[in-house]
Structures are given as C-alpha cells and as structure tokens.
C-alpha cells in the first residue's frame, strides 16, 4: 500500500498519542499516580509514531503472513527504541529507561519483553486498527485536516524545542545551543527559569530512576581533555566519516572479489556512479561503530548477536528504501532458505554478525589509532573534502537513478538537467555500473 504523506502525517500524530495513552495507563497500572510519561511536555510519545509508521512503510509487504509481520514489526520496534535510548544518552546524557534488571536485555536499552510487545502492537495495528483509521483520514475534509496538521506539527516543534533547550542548559553542555534557543524562544529570563523548572519536575517526576552520565572522576576530565585536543578522538563525526569511506570501499571491493569466486566474473557492486563505494557497507560499518562503541569490550557473543540482529534490519530497511524511491530491486534473496520478503536471509544476517565481531574487535582498534594519528587541521580538511565529494557523489547517483527509472517507463527528458544526465549517464552506462538492478511495476 502506497501511502501519501498528508495520511502518514496524521497517522504519526495519532499512534504518538495512543502510546502516549499506553504509557499513562502502564504509569498508572505501576505507581498508582496520572504521570506524563513522555519526554515531551504535550500529550504525544514521538517513539511511537515512528515506530508505528516505520511498520507501515517497510512492512506492508509482509502483511498476508502472520510470523513473518510479527518479526519485522519487532525488529523495527526494538531497533527504533535502541536508537532513541542511545540518542537520549548522547545528546542529554540522561536515561529515561532501563532494562537492566530484565532477562535477555541489551545494555539496559531493550529487552525481549519489550521486543515481544513490538511485534504483538505491530500486529494489532497493522491487521485490525490502521484500516479503520486510514478509513476515517480518507473520508474526512482535507482542508481542515491540513489546518489541523499545520497546528499540531508548530506545537511539536515548539514543545521540542523549549524541552531540549530546557534540558541542555539543565545539564549545561551545550552554550552555543542555548544561545540559540533564547533567540528563538524570545522569552524573558524568567519565563526561562519557569519552563525549565516545569520541565526539571515534570521529568523526574515521570521517570523518578533516571540515571546521569556526567563525568565525574579524574580520568574522564582528562578523558575530556584528550578529547579536545586529538583529531577523530573516541566515536566523533570526523572518525565516522572516515570510517564511512573506508567501509564502503572495502565493502565494494569485497563484493567485487566475492562475485568474482562465485560467479566467475568481474561484477561493479558500486553504490554511486564515481568510484567503488558500497553505501550500503558504508553506513553499516558507520552504524554498527556508534551502535557498539561502547560495548566493544564486551563477549564476542554478544558482539555477534548485536551485529546479526542489526544487519538484519538494516539491510531489510535499505531494500525497501530503495524500491520505494527508485523502484529498484538491487538484490533478491527470495530462493534463499529462510528469507525475509526476499530481502534478507539467515545466512547473511549471520554474516552481519561475523562482520560485526571482525570489525569490532580486531579492525576497529587498529583503524582508530591510524585515524587519530592524524594531525587534527590536516585531517579535519580531509575530512571535509571527503564529505563534499561523497555528497556530490550521491546527489549526482541519485539523479542519475532516478533518469534510469523513468526512461524505462517512457519518460521523456523535461529538463536541461535531465537531458545532461541522459547524455552523461545513458542506460548502457547505468547497467554496467548497477548490472543487479531490476525495475519493479
């Protein structure tokens, strides 16, 4: 089912409130007490809205079977939690869960309760509840319904705003950004002082065993202070981008090698018309570092567990992706045992996982200390020279995908734009560089 997105919008804002609700009501259920639940001050729990419209969007394929819809919802519910917990603690340093003291959990973030009742409200929602509310915002007024999205997405942004500027100068990280937020807000101080006290109580009232990272020792000043002082230090932007780059590369010239053995042929497994990047590769090697960072000490199961399970979804995401936006099939692992929609397999995801606890734990360490010998001007300019080119690279692919899709449906070239990528990039040219890619209906 293809959604438009006026019917993805409301159904955002309507499965935030309902998990906004579930949370009031699990408050209730646990400590007797109407708690607002949510990081936000309004009456919405974001988490949920994008879990809910992640499901609709790369799981309608799944739809007609039952195991296979629980699975992918699960997946798409944990991995949507993970991220958010992990984007709490990066940005505010704050914990608003923990899952710790449960069986079968993973750094506190999720746990296979949690997971389970993903996959169960997947299930629930996309079978029985979102065909009646797709009914009701088809068969109501779109003008007012507009109006009303236009309402509801300038109070999101105001409540975020005012609670992430309130947070951060609780936590006093961020100047520059508070800065900015006082411009915007335009608020006296003592209106100031009154938001961030309502959103300092409200908080801690509503998850009373919220945790901290603030430094606190000797040893994480001077970590600190390492920190500033060192190019690419930890798991900072410049050692991801570069990291990035380095994937992709070897990602494309792995594939290549392995096409080669199994097929006996020398095959481009390129992402982007100028030179062997895998994007793909790229931003699973990039993500699986942030993701796993902090628990690269950790046993080599777990390490192989977490990358299997987060290869899995990631590499089902980016099928769908890119069928949605290009109608392209890049690969289709449908005559594979034990398959996902064709679009990932056991097999694979257990490549994941060996590529994971390689990376992690025997790459990564050697990658870091060549990366932070880098003098810091030097590497920071590199770093910039790369990330224009490779934003180059992708805008420039993306155009000429795109051309590629439409000629294969008849369309004709509109533009000058259009007319240098045809001439520039003709199908010839594109099939050599893409040779898997199939056109959907």
């Known amino acids: 089912?293809?959604?438009?997105?006026?019917?993805?919008f409301w159904l955002f804002f309507i499965y935030s409130f309902l998990g906004w609700c579930l949370e009031v009501v699990y408050a209730v259920a646990d400590r007797k007490l109407f708690i607002n639940r949510g990081f936000l001050n309004g009456m919405i729990c974001p988490v949920y809205?994008?879990?809910?419209?992640?499901?609709?969007?790369?799981?309608?394929?799944?739809?007609?079977?039952?195991?296979?819809?629980?699975?992918?919802?699960?997946?798409?519910g944990t991995v949507t939690e993970l991220l958010t917990g992990l984007a709490m603690e990066k940005l505010f340093h704050l914990r608003l869960w923990d899952y710790s003291g449960r069986k079968f959990q993973a750094g506190g973030y999720i746990c296979a309760a949690t997971s389970i009742a993903w996959g169960t409200l997947g299930i629930i929602v996309m079978k029985?509840?979102?065909?009646?509310?797709?009914?009701?915002?088809?068969?109501?007024?779109?003008?007012p319904g507009i109006i009303c999205l236009i309402i509801l997405c300038t109070l999101l942004v105001i409540d975020t705003v005012t609670t992430?500027?309130?947070?951060?100068?609780?936590?006093?990280?961020?100047?520059?950004?508070?800065?900015?937020?006082?411009?915007?807000?335009?608020?006296?101080?003592?209106?100031?002082?009154?938001?961030i006290k309502v959103v300092h109580r409200r908080i801690y009232h509503a998850f009373p065993k919220l945790e901290t990272q603030e430094p606190q020792t000797e040893d994480e000043r001077q970590e600190l202070f390492r920190q500033k002082n060192t190019f690419?230090?930890?798991?900072?932007?410049?050692?991801?981008?570069?990291?990035?780059?380095?994937g992709a590369f070897l990602g494309d010239?792995?594939?290549?090698?392995?096409?080669?053995?199994?097929?006996?042929?020398?095959?481009?497994?390129?992402?982007?018309?100028?030179?062997?990047?895998?994007?793909?590769?790229?931003?699973?090697?990039?993500?699986?570092?942030?993701?796993?960072?902090?628990?690269?000490?950790?046993e080599d199961r777990y390490i192989f567990l977490a990358?299997?399970?987060?290869?899995?979804?990631?590499?089902?995401?980016?099928?769908?992706?890119?069928?949605?936006?290009?109608?392209?099939?890049?690969?289709?692992?449908?005559?594979?045992?034990?398959?996902?929609?064709?679009?990932?397999?056991?097999?694979y995801c257990f490549f994941w996982g060996i590529a994971a606890l390689v990376w992690m734990k025997i790459c990564y360490p050697r990658v870091s200390q060549w990366v932070e010998k880098v003098p810091k001007k030097v590497g920071t300019w590199i770093s910039y020279v790369m990330l224009v080119f490779m934003i180059f690279n992708v805008c420039l692919s993306?155009?000429?995908?795109?051309?590629?899709?439409?000629?294969?449906?008849?369309i004709p070239a509109e533009h000058s734009l259009d007319q240098w990528v045809d001439q520039h990039f003709p199908d010839e040219r594109m099939e050599r560089i893409y040779p898997n890619a199939k056109m959907t209906k």
């Open 128 to 143: 029985f509840l979102n065909p009646l509310l797709l009914l009701v915002i088809r068969e109501s007024l779109w003008m």
């Open 307 to 347: 990358g299997t399970f987060l290869g899995g979804a990631y590499e089902y995401i980016c099928s769908v992706f890119t069928e949605l936006v290009f109608g392209t099939i890049f690969w289709d692992y449908s005559k594979i045992p034990f398959n996902l929609g064709g679009r990932i397999n056991l097999l």
């Open 398 to 410: 993306g155009l000429a995908m795109g051309r590629y899709s439409e000629r294969a449906q008849k």
């Open 253 to 298: 010239l792995t594939e290549t090698v392995f096409c080669r053995i199994t097929m006996e042929r020398w095959m481009s497994r390129s992402s982007v018309v100028y030179g062997p990047f895998s994007l793909v590769w790229g931003m699973g090697v990039a993500g699986a570092t942030i993701l796993l960072y902090r628990y690269r000490h950790r």
């Open 49 to 76: 809205g994008f879990s809910m419209v992640f499901m609709l969007i790369f799981m309608d394929s799944l739809k007609g079977e039952w195991f296979y819809l629980f699975l992918g919802c699960l997946i798409v």
């Open 232 to 246: 690419a230090y930890g798991c900072s932007f410049h050692k991801i981008l570069w990291i990035f780059m380095l």
């Open 1 to 8: 089912m293809i959604y438009t997105a006026y019917e993805l």
């Open 164 to 195: 992430t500027a309130a947070l951060m100068k609780l936590k006093n990280q961020n100047p520059a950004f508070l800065e900015i937020a006082d411009g915007l807000n335009q608020a006296s101080q003592s209106l100031q002082e009154f938001i």
